[in-house]
C-alpha cells in the first residue's frame, strides 16, 4: 500500500487525500477477496476450488511488475477518487485480492483437514506480517531502494507467493478430509459449535468492525489536515489499527472485557477533549492522545469480535462481515464525507458512532457504574462534538470542502482598519489580505517585500516579468505586478481558483495580466511550450507539506527549462516539520546551480510571518537586502539526490 501510494502521490498533487482513497481502495479489495473465498469454500468442492485458486493465480502474474500506467496521468477536471480507484484496480487489483484470499482460505482448509481452532492464530500472523511491512516500507525500504527497484523487489516475492499458493492448494487437495461438522444434518442442527451465527450476531460483526474502521480513518484525516500533514501519520493509526487484531486474535486473554471498557470510556472522552482543544494542542500531545485513543477503541471493538467468533466451519463469513464492516467505514469517510460535510468533521461524529455502540454492547452485561459512566462519557462527546463544530466556524465567512481537503475563509478584527480575510487549508494559512481599500495591496504573511520572494522580484526590476506560480493561494503574488508583468498561476484545486476570485481582490486587481491554469503545476510545465519566466516560484502546499515530486532532480531541471538563463527558482521551503534546505542544497549542487536562503523576520501589526524561501539562479546573483537575511542550511552527509524515482522524508524530519 505505501509503495504503490508513493508511487501515484505525484499525479494527484500530493495530497494526502490520495492516501485515505488508498485505504478506501484496499478495503474494498479486501472485501472481494472475503467474498470470494467465501463463495468458493461454500460452493465448490475441494478440487475445483484449487483448479480455480490455481488459475487465477497464473492469471496475476500477466500483471507483473507492478508499475502504474503513465495512461493513467489525469489531464485535468477528472474525479480524482474515480481515478485512483479505477488505476488501482488495474494495476494492482487481481494480485492484491488474490493476497487477501490467502488467511481466510488457508485458515478454511486448515480446519477442513484438522477440524480445530488453531487456525484463528492465521489471522494474528497474517496481521503481524502486514504490521511489520508497513514499518519496514518509511525505515528500511523506501530509504534504500528507488520506486523501480521496489516494484520488481515485490514482483519478484509476489511470484514466490504464487508458488507457495500453488503447492498448497494442491496439497491440501489430495490430504482434505471432511470437515468436523460435516454428515449427520439433525446433529448439525442441534449443535451450538456448529449452527450457524444468527443474523443478530453477523450485524453486530458488522457494526464492530465498521465503527474501528471509521475511526481508523477519521483519526489519520484529522491528523493529516487538522493537526500536521506529515506522511508518517498516515502509516502510525494503520499500525496500531493491525496491532490490535494481532494482539485480540492470538493472544484472546489479554482483551479483558470490563478493563476495556473502563478505557475505552476513558479514550473516547480523552478524544472528545481533544476536539475541545481542538488546535491549541501541541503536535506532540494530538499525536499521542489520538494514537492512544485509537489504539484502546480498536482493542475494544477487536476484541469483542474475537469474543463473538464462530466455529471454524463459519470463519469465512466472520471473515466476509468483518471486511465488509471495514469497508463500509472507508467507504464513509473516504466517499461519503467529503461529499456532504463541508469540514473535517468524521472524528466528532465517528466518537457518537462508536460510543452509542459500545453502550449497544455493554448494556445488557454492565455493572450499574459502567452504565453510569458510559452515558456520561455519550453526553460529554456531544458536548464537544457541538463546541468542535461551533469552534470550526469561528469566525468563518466560507468553510467548503473536496478531495483536496477543507477549505475555511475566516475574518479577524472585523470593521477596523486592521480587518483581515484569510484562506485555511487545515490549519495552514495560505494567504491573507487587509480588506481595506487602501490596503488590499500590502505584502503579508510568506510574501511580504523583505522575505526573499519580495527581494527577488526588486531584483529583477525595472523592467517588466514574467512570472509562474505553482501554487494560487489567495493569490498573493498578484499584488506584486505591475502594468506589461503577466502572471500564471498552476493550481491543482478547482476550489482554490474560486475562493481565491470570490473572497480576495489580489486576481481582480491584478495591474498586469493574470491567468490561472488548473491541474499539478509540474505535470501542466511538462505540457507547454518553454514560457520564459524570469521567475518561477513553487509555493504548493498540502497542509504543511510540500508534495515531494516538485522537489525532484527532474522536476528542479523542468523549472529551469521554463526560465531565461538569468531567471530565478523560487522555493518556498517554510516548513514546520520538515527540513527542506538540504534536499534543495543536494539538487543545487547536482545540478550547478547557485542557490540562496533566506529568512524574515515576522511582523504581527502588517500581517507578516516568517518565511524560508531558496533562491536558485543559473547565475551567481545576490543584492545588500538578500545577503542580510540569508542563511546556510545545515549539511546532511550522505543525503541522496531526491529523483522521481526515490525520496527519503526520514533523513530530513526535524
Same mark, same amino acid.
Given at each position: 500500500?505505501?509503495?504503490?501510494?508513493?508511487?501515484?502521490?505525484?499525479?494527484?498533487?500530493?495530497?494526502?487525500?490520495?492516501?485515505?482513497?488508498?485505504?478506501?481502495?484496499?478495503?474494498?479489495?479486501?472485501?472481494?477477496?472475503?467474498?470470494?473465498?467465501?463463495?468458493?469454500?461454500?460452493?465448490?468442492?475441494?478440487?475445483?476450488?484449487?483448479?480455480?485458486?490455481?488459475?487465477?493465480?497464473?492469471?496475476?502474474?500477466?500483471?507483473?511488475?507492478?508499475?502504474?500506467?503513465?495512461?493513467?496521468?489525469?489531464?485535468?477536471?477528472?474525479?480524482?477518487?474515480?481515478?485512483?480507484?479505477?488505476?488501482?484496480?488495474?494495476?494492482?487489483?487481481?494480485?492484491?485480492? &488474490?493476497?487477501?484470499?490467502?488467511?481466510?482460505?488457508?485458515?478454511?482448509?486448515?480446519?477442513?483437514?484438522? $477440524?480445530?481452532?488453531?487456525?484463528?492464530?492465521?489471522?494474528?500472523?497474517?496481521?503481524?506480517?502486514?504490521?511489520?511491512?508497513? %514499518?519496514?516500507?518509511?525505515?528500511?525500504? #523506501?530509504?534504500?531502494?528507488?520506486?523501480?527497484?521496489?516494484?520488481?523487489?515485490?514482483?519478484?516475492?509476489?511470484?514466490?507467493?504464487?508458488?507457495?499458493?500453488?503447492?498448497?492448494?494442491?496439497?491440501?487437495?489430495?490430504?482434505?478430509?471432511?470437515?468436523?461438522?460435516?454428515?449427520?444434518?439433525?446433529?448439525?442442527?442441534?449443535?451450538?459449535?456448529?449452527?450457524?451465527?444468527?443474523?443478530?450476531?453477523?450485524?453486530?460483526?458488522?457494526?464492530?468492525?465498521?465503527?474501528?474502521?471509521?475511526?481508523? &480513518?477519521?483519526?489519520? @484525516?484529522?491528523?493529516?489536515?487538522?493537526?500536521?500533514?506529515?506522511?508518517?501519520?498516515?502509516?502510525?493509526?494503520?499500525?496500531?489499527?493491525?496491532?490490535?487484531?494481532?494482539?485480540?486474535?492470538?493472544?484472546?486473554?489479554?482483551?479483558?472485557?470490563?478493563?476495556?471498557?473502563?478505557?475505552?470510556?476513558? /479514550?473516547?472522552?480523552?478524544?472528545?477533549?481533544?476536539?475541545?482543544? @481542538?488546535?491549541?494542542?501541541?503536535?506532540?500531545?494530538?499525536?499521542?492522545?489520538?494514537?492512544?485513543?485509537?489504539?484502546?477503541?480498536?482493542?475494544?471493538?477487536? $476484541?469483542?469480535?474475537?469474543?463473538?467468533?464462530?466455529?471454524?466451519?463459519?470463519?469465512?463469513?466472520?471473515?466476509?462481515?468483518?471486511?465488509?464492516? $471495514?469497508?463500509?467505514?472507508?467507504?464513509?469517510?473516504?466517499?461519503?464525507?467529503?461529499?456532504?460535510?463541508?469540514?473535517? +468533521? #468524521? &472524528?466528532?461524529?465517528?466518537? &457518537?458512532?462508536?460510543?452509542?455502540?459500545?453502550?449497544?454492547?455493554?448494556?445488557?452485561?454492565?455493572?450499574? %457504574?459502567?452504565?453510569?459512566?458510559?452515558?456520561?462519557?455519550?453526553?460529554?462527546?456531544?458536548?464537544?462534538?457541538?463546541?468542535?463544530?461551533?469552534?470550526?466556524?469561528?469566525?468563518?465567512?466560507?468553510?467548503?470542502?473536496?478531495?483536496?481537503?477543507?477549505?475555511?475563509?475566516? #475574518?479577524?478584527?472585523?470593521?477596523?482598519?486592521?480587518?483581515?480575510?484569510?484562506?485555511?487549508?487545515?490549519?495552514?494559512?495560505?494567504?491573507?489580505?487587509?480588506?481595506?481599500?487602501?490596503?488590499?495591496?500590502?505584502?503579508?504573511?510568506?510574501?511580504?517585500?523583505?522575505?526573499?520572494?519580495?527581494?527577488?522580484?526588486?531584483?529583477?526590476?525595472?523592467?517588466?516579468?514574467?512570472?509562474?506560480?505553482?501554487?494560487?493561494?489567495?493569490?498573493?503574488?498578484?499584488?506584486?505586478?505591475?502594468?506589461?508583468?503577466?502572471?500564471?498561476?498552476?493550481?491543482? @484545486?478547482?476550489?482554490?481558483?474560486?475562493?481565491?476570485? /470570490?473572497?480576495?481582490?489580489?486576481?481582480?486587481?491584478?495591474?498586469?495580466?493574470?491567468?490561472?491554469? %488548473?491541474?499539478?503545476?509540474?505535470?501542466?510545465?511538462?505540457? #507547454?511550450?518553454?514560457?520564459?519566466?524570469?521567475?518561477?516560484?513553487?509555493? /504548493?502546499?498540502?497542509?504543511?507539506?510540500?508534495?515531494?515530486?516538485?522537489?525532484?532532480?527532474?522536476?528542479?531541471? %523542468?523549472?529551469?527549462?521554463?526560465?531565461?538563463?538569468?531567471?530565478?527558482?523560487?522555493?518556498?521551503?517554510?516548513?514546520?516539520?520538515?527540513?527542506?534546505?538540504?534536499?534543495?542544497?543536494?539538487?543545487?549542487?547536482?545540478?550547478?546551480?547557485? /542557490?540562496?536562503?533566506?529568512?524574515?523576520?515576522?511582523?504581527?501589526?502588517?500581517?507578516?510571518?516568517?518565511?524560508?524561501?531558496?533562491?536558485?539562479?543559473?547565475? +551567481?546573483?545576490?543584492?545588500?537586502?538578500?545577503?542580510?537575511?540569508?542563511?546556510?542550511?545545515?549539511?546532511?552527509?550522505?543525503?541522496?539526490?531526491?529523483?522521481?524515482?526515490?525520496?527519503?522524508?526520514?533523513?530530513?524530519?526535524?
Amino acid at each position: 500500500q505505501p509503495m504503490i501510494a508513493k508511487m501515484i502521490l505525484p499525479w494527484f498533487g500530493g495530497s494526502a487525500a490520495v492516501w485515505i482513497t488508498a485505504m478506501l481502495f484496499f478495503q474494498m479489495a479486501l472485501l472481494g477477496g472475503y467474498l470470494y473465498a467465501h463463495w468458493s469454500v461454500r460452493m465448490l468442492r475441494p478440487k475445483m476450488q484449487a483448479a480455480v485458486h490455481v488459475t487465477l493465480l497464473a492469471a496475476s502474474l500477466a500483471l507483473l511488475p507492478v508499475v502504474p500506467s503513465l495512461s493513467w496521468k489525469p489531464e485535468g477536471g477528472e474525479d480524482p477518487i474515480l481515478r485512483i480507484l479505477g488505476l488501482l484496480t488495474v494495476s494492482i487489483g487481481l494480485p492484491y485480492i &488474490l493476497l487477501s484470499t490467502t488467511s481466510p482460505l488457508l485458515q478454511a482448509w486448515y480446519a477442513r483437514k484438522r $477440524g480445530t481452532s488453531l487456525p484463528w492464530r492465521f489471522f494474528a500472523l497474517s496481521n503481524f506480517a502486514s504490521l511489520l511491512g508497513l %514499518l519496514a516500507y518509511p525505515f528500511l525500504v #523506501e530509504p534504500s531502494a528507488t520506486l523501480r527497484e521496489q516494484s520488481f523487489g515485490w514482483s519478484a516475492a509476489y511470484a514466490v507467493f504464487v508458488l507457495l499458493a500453488v503447492i498448497t492448494a494442491v496439497t491440501d487437495v489430495r490430504e482434505a478430509t471432511p470437515p468436523a461438522c460435516e454428515g449427520n444434518e439433525d446433529r448439525l442442527a442441534s449443535s451450538p459449535v456448529c449452527s450457524p451465527p444468527r443474523v443478530r450476531e453477523q450485524l453486530l460483526w458488522l457494526a464492530l468492525a465498521a465503527c474501528a474502521s471509521t475511526l481508523l &480513518l477519521s483519526v489519520t @484525516n484529522h491528523l493529516t489536515q487538522n493537526v500536521a500533514s506529515v506522511p508518517f501519520l498516515w502509516v502510525l493509526p494503520l499500525g496500531l489499527y493491525l496491532l490490535t487484531f494481532i494482539l485480540v486474535f492470538e493472544f484472546e486473554r489479554f482483551y479483558h472485557r470490563k478493563t476495556f471498557t473502563w478505557l475505552m470510556i476513558f /479514550a473516547q472522552a480523552s478524544m472528545a477533549y481533544g476536539l475541545f482543544l @481542538n488546535v491549541n494542542m501541541p503536535l506532540e500531545s494530538a499525536v499521542s492522545l489520538f494514537s492512544a485513543g485509537l489504539f484502546i477503541s480498536c482493542m475494544f471493538f477487536h $476484541g469483542e469480535l474475537v469474543r463473538r467468533k464462530p466455529a471454524p466451519r463459519h470463519l469465512t463469513s466472520f471473515y466476509l462481515m468483518l471486511s465488509l464492516g $471495514g469497508a463500509l467505514g472507508g467507504v464513509l469517510v473516504g466517499l461519503v464525507a467529503p461529499k456532504i460535510l463541508p469540514g473535517i +468533521f #468524521e &472524528l466528532p461524529l465517528a466518537l &457518537l458512532f462508536c460510543v452509542v455502540l459500545m453502550l449497544m454492547v455493554i448494556e445488557h452485561r454492565a455493572r450499574h %457504574l459502567i452504565t453510569i459512566a458510559s452515558w456520561a462519557a455519550a453526553i460529554g462527546i456531544l458536548a464537544a462534538t457541538g463546541y468542535y463544530l461551533l469552534s470550526y466556524k469561528e469566525s468563518v465567512r466560507v468553510m467548503a470542502r473536496n478531495f483536496y481537503g477543507g477549505l475555511r475563509i475566516q #475574518e479577524f478584527d472585523v470593521g477596523t482598519n486592521n480587518e483581515t480575510r484569510a484562506l485555511l487549508h487545515g490549519t495552514i494559512y495560505h494567504g491573507t489580505q487587509f480588506t481595506a481599500p487602501e490596503r488590499r495591496r500590502e505584502h503579508t504573511t510568506y510574501y511580504s517585500a523583505g522575505s526573499g520572494i519580495g527581494l527577488a522580484l526588486k531584483a529583477l526590476r525595472p523592467s517588466s516579468l514574467r512570472v509562474g506560480v505553482i501554487g494560487l493561494g489567495a493569490g498573493s503574488l498578484a499584488a506584486y505586478a505591475e502594468p506589461g508583468d503577466v502572471l500564471w498561476f498552476y493550481e491543482i @484545486n478547482p476550489l482554490v481558483e474560486k475562493l481565491a476570485r /470570490a473572497e480576495f481582490s489580489y486576481l481582480a486587481e491584478c495591474r498586469g495580466k493574470v491567468e490561472v491554469i %488548473l491541474g499539478d503545476g509540474r505535470l501542466s510545465l511538462e505540457k #507547454e511550450v518553454d514560457q520564459q519566466y524570469d521567475i518561477l516560484v513553487v509555493d /504548493a502546499f498540502s497542509g504543511d507539506a510540500i508534495p515531494l515530486h516538485l522537489l525532484t532532480k527532474q522536476a528542479v531541471e %523542468l523549472y529551469f527549462r521554463h526560465l531565461k538563463p538569468s531567471g530565478i527558482l523560487a522555493l518556498h521551503i517554510t516548513n514546520e516539520h520538515l527540513d527542506l534546505a538540504p534536499v534543495v542544497e543536494r539538487l543545487a549542487l547536482e545540478l550547478g546551480k547557485h /542557490a540562496l536562503y533566506t529568512e524574515n523576520l515576522p511582523d504581527k501589526e502588517l500581517d507578516i510571518t516568517v518565511a524560508k524561501w531558496a533562491l536558485l539562479s543559473s547565475q +551567481f546573483f545576490t543584492t545588500p537586502e538578500l545577503s542580510q537575511i540569508a542563511w546556510k542550511p545545515d549539511s546532511q552527509p550522505g543525503l541522496r539526490v531526491w529523483t522521481d524515482d526515490y525520496s527519503n522524508l526520514s533523513r530530513i524530519l526535524k
